[in-house]
């Protein structure tokens, strides 16, 4: 007993849900047809190409009060499961009278000759019913998903005034019902799988129109989808219709696109990485010779591109009137100074993401150097080209982060040279704050000073004197001091040549106050007065000329 309950409740409950799919879809009809009130006879005939001029309407006849409730519709009717056709349904009421014969009812699409009908009425009929109303309905009509129809409705024989005109759009192809059974409306059901690792795609399609094979392309959708490589054709006869595509890089406007080989075939696209727009903020340019910063979105896509200054924190604050929207086109931000702190923030609805294109330091035009000597900060500016900055001093209270400015310098620094910032006195809790100014979007560097000294007095904190290039100052000392060492040497060796000469012809010398046979002379080289003869200092009054060893002293 409960075995049958079961059995009757499901029975009713997928009969429920059949009748729901059912409503969901369009009406379908064995075949069109006219159809008029009982008891009225209806025969359709063509219209002629060329109609007849309209008559003055008869005596008694409202022209407001002929048609009634005119309506439109779309039926279907189907041949097979994949071969159904839609057709329009015209449908009216008529006051019928005496003077109207029938009803004409013509169709008019764009490109397309008008197409008329004229469903008369039988004399017999006609007296038999003139005076209640009268429905006349027709479908017909054929028409293609998404088309507009113009259509009017007019008295047989036409009366000048009663007419009724209005306009018709078929249902497109987004309805499940056409997709299914419609071939115009047939593209084929894509599912995929994604390798990331390997970078493709498996992609199976389902649904497909029958006896047909189908192509399988990735595109980058945009108005139209602008493939991307060869199309892949699955053949109707294999059994699994499945494919592998490569692609290179995940964009969200990467999608797959399938659709059947026939002409004018619709077409279905899936998109696998639309929500991926991190993948677009890649691609920035720098022309460091224009000083152009430019960026060009892969996709299209709305968002606001600014320029913003990254912190020690992470927070990357906006730069003024540095903000671009874009959509498709490229951007371009002229007089750029290519900082590691200066970066591109792209916001997308609630979304931000920021790029910083100078964090390797490779188009680095200028920086901040600092050396520490005996305590003291020797700091630099060093450029590698041609620049105008603005050297600004700020004081730090306690407690705040807020930097008061006391002291503002402009400074020009030459290509390939360095301005020395000399920093001494009492600057405890101060700071740099260093700006390019001969560009349109640049960062401002902030260097806090460590030095604390309280014993000095203050003095000038900025000073603009140029200094040259260490390497020019080192290796020119370093030659003249291997010089000066050079020249020293030979003298020396000269000079002790002679004085052993001099000694060996003088034939040695006692001093009177000899104390150790070791000391047996001493020579006093450096006297007031001196005799330089070829480049030798030689002693005026030598006090022993016989010795076999001279020392010689000198600085």
């Avoid at 330091?361 to 630099?380: C, I, K, L, P």
Wanted: with cysteine.
């Amino acid at each position: 007993m409960v075995l049958w309950v079961v059995l009757l409740m499901s029975h009713c409950w997928w009969g429920l849900n059949g009748a729901a799919a059912e409503s969901t879809g369009l009406e379908r009809i064995e075949k069109c047809g006219t159809r008029c009130s009982q008891g009225l006879n209806c025969k359709i005939k063509p219209d002629n190409w060329f109609s007849l001029p309209c008559q003055s309407p008869a005596e008694g006849l409202k022209p407001s009060s002929v048609f009634h409730n005119i309506s439109l519709s779309t039926v279907m009717s189907c041949e097979g499961r994949q071969k159904c056709s839609l057709h329009l349904r015209i449908k009216t009421a008529v006051q019928l009278t005496e003077s109207i014969h029938g009803v004409s009812i013509c169709t008019l699409t764009a490109g397309m000759m008008a197409n008329c009908r004229i469903i008369s009425f039988t004399k017999a009929s006609r007296e038999r019913m003139s005076g209640p109303q009268v429905e006349v309905e027709n479908d017909c009509t054929d028409i293609s998903p998404r088309q507009r129809v113009h259509v009017t409705v007019k008295t047989v024989p036409s009366y000048c005034g009663v007419t009724w005109t209005g306009t018709y759009d078929a249902p497109n192809c987004v309805s499940e019902d056409l997709r299914k059974h419609v071939p115009e409306c047939i593209t084929g059901r894509l599912s995929y799988d994604v390798d990331p690792e390997r970078k493709e795609l498996s992609v199976s399609v389902s649904d497909m129109l029958e006896d047909h094979d189908y192509h399988l392309r990735l595109c980058h959708k945009d108005f139209i989808c602008i493939g991307t490589g060869a199309n892949t054709l699955i053949k109707k006869g294999e059994p699994i219709k499945r494919v592998t595509l490569p692609y290179s890089r995940p964009l969200p406007c990467l999608c797959i696109e399938g659709w059947s080989a026939v002409m004018d075939a619709p077409r279905v696209q899936v998109c696998p990485f639309r929500d991926r727009l991190k993948e677009l903020w890649f691609g920035i340019n720098f022309d460091p010779l224009e000083e152009t910063l430019s960026w060009e979105p892969t996709c299209p896509v709305t968002a606001v591109v600014v320029l913003c200054q990254k912190r020690e924190d992470g927070v990357c604050v906006d730069l003024p009137h540095a903000s671009q929207n874009v959509s498709r086109e490229k951007i371009t931000f002229t007089k750029v100074d290519p900082h590691p702190q200066l970066c591109m923030k792209f916001t997308a609805g609630s979304q931000s993401w920021t790029r910083c294109p100078f964090a390797d330091s490779r188009f680095q035009a200028w920086e901040v150097t600092v050396t520490r000597q005996q305590g003291q900060e020797d700091v630099n500016l060093l450029s590698r080209t041609t620049g105008v900055f603005s050297v600004e001093l700020c004081v730090k209270s306690e407690g705040s982060t807020v930097c008061k400015i006391t002291e503002t310098r402009t400074v020009h620094v030459e290509k390939q040279k360095s301005v020395g910032l000399s920093l001494t006195g009492e600057l405890c809790n101060s700071c740099l704050q260093v700006k390019r100014l001969d560009v349109k979007f640049a960062a401002t560097v902030i260097h806090c000073l460590e030095q604390c000294n309280q014993s000095v007095a203050v003095r000038p904190v900025i000073s603009t004197r140029a200094s040259l290039d260490l390497t020019w100052v080192v290796v020119p000392a370093g030659v003249c001091l291997s010089g000066v060492i050079i020249i020293t040497l030979v003298l020396h060796v000269l000079l002790t040549v002679y004085q052993r000469r001099k000694q060996k012809g003088n034939g040695g010398c006692i001093s009177k106050n000899q104390k150790d046979p070791a000391f047996d002379c001493a020579v006093p080289v450096l006297q007031t007065q001196r005799a330089l003869h070829g480049g030798v200092l030689i002693p005026d009054s030598p006090q022993c000329k016989n010795t076999e060893r001279a020392n010689l002293i000198s600085d």
